[in-house]
């Protein structure tokens, strides 16, 4: 069956990213909105829209009523974009249950990966490096006895979790606070996943995150299209996303890349997906961590560096046509930065600023891009992320990529609203930033 027809089931500068590449295959879009998205950017560029509910998150998680919405207006097929339930397992199932192709991975590949403890020992089965850790832990007494073994610092995590809710670190000097801190992390995983399951892994404090996209057909090819820097985060939620890593070695890199392309191809994985690693700066030596079985909000590195379209190339799968690359193909060319921009003030603990955005002008020029949903007069109502566009720059090397992106953010023009632009310039100009001296705590030293 050939996908004529997409039902969008998400919402923002996703699903405006999912209709532009629809659009150039000739394929029509079905945007499914909640009712504070029907006058949204992705609503006036989808050739239907189709508002299923309330202005709130709800909306976009009701599985029964995007699979009656698809196919009550003819799609052969769903996109899940990311977040939401582009990651549940039961999403995927409902469109295999109902005819319909789920436009990502078997719901069987979800729900494997989508658990930490079961892809935690999917690596270990295939010889991918994990870090020194537990399986599932059901009490304190059973977390101290996992550091008496490994020892301070550790990181308590969440099995089912994701975007660092359920995660706790602690240290030598918080032993006393043990208990407590596991206490609040299964509340949290109950809270956020419906699974308070913890497990524990030693915590790396000089760790870089680097992750490997993937792409897997069915019949039984995998490639990998390099890796990308996600180190510079707050709170274990990305702000600025490289590719490739800088101040790593090309055997590291070949290594990262080869472990990716062997969990993928022992899974039968098939779509885009991404396999996460921590990689400890001071023993030089990377850990798998977790893989997202979906679009990336940063997949536009990639496509930047490489000039393949990832949203194509998932469609393309869905279709049941194999890769039309081979890995010797993929050619990787100068280097990319991207800066989410936010509604928010960083200078209130990052607030969120909801509201109408009055001035909207953005950059433009050779090698750079924006992903948004966002408009002069757009309202961002206050039910949703905060997220309101991605600047995405490319240039010769890393050097010439800040200074495009620094040029970039200064052109961007926003009003109405505060958003994190400032802030970003400033981690931008830092001269560990500069000198690519990045890990994971590296706004700390920042903010301090």
Known sequence: MKITRVLIANRGEIAVRIIRTCRVLGIETVLAASEADKDSLGARLADKTV??????????LNIPVLIKT???????????????????PELAQACADNGLEFIGPKAEHIHKMGNKLVARSLAID?????????????????VMKVVNQIGFPIMIKAAAGGGGRGMKIVTEKDRDQVKKVFEEATAEAEAAFGDGSLYVEKYIPN???????V?????????????RDCSTQRRHQKLIEEAGAPLITDELRREIH??????AKNIGYESA????????????????????????????????????????????????NPIPFSQSDITFRGHAIECRINAEKPEEGFRPTPGIISKWEIPQGPGVRIDS?????????FFYDSLIGKIIVHGDDRDHAIRRMLAALDEFSVEGISTTIPYLQKVLKHPDFAAGRVNTRILEKINA
């Open 207 to 213: 760790a870089r995150h680097i992750e490997v996209q």
């Open 373 to 381: 949903h966002c408009h002069h007069g757009y309202r961002i109502p």
């Open 126 to 142: 295939c010889g991918v490096p994990v870090m020194t850790g537990s399986e599932k832990l059901n009490s304190y007494e059973e």
């Open 70 to 88: 698809a196919l009550e207006n003819g799609a052969q097929a769903i996109h899940p974009g990311y977040g939401f339930l582009a990651e549940k």
């Open 215 to 227: 792409l897997g057909d069915s019949h039984g090819n995998i490639v990998h299209l390099g890796e």
């Open 273 to 320: 997906g991404t396999v996460e690693f921590i990689l400890d700066q001071d023993e030089g030596k990377f850990y798998f961590l977790e893989m997202n079985t979906r679009i990336q909000v940063e997949h536009p590195v990639t496509e930047m560096v490489t000039g393949i379209d990832l949203v194509q190339e998932q469609i393309n799968i869905a279709n049941g």
């Open 51 to 60: 508002v299923i509910g309330p202005p709130d998150v709800s909306t976009y």
């Open 258 to 263: 080869s472990a990716a392309v062997k969990l």
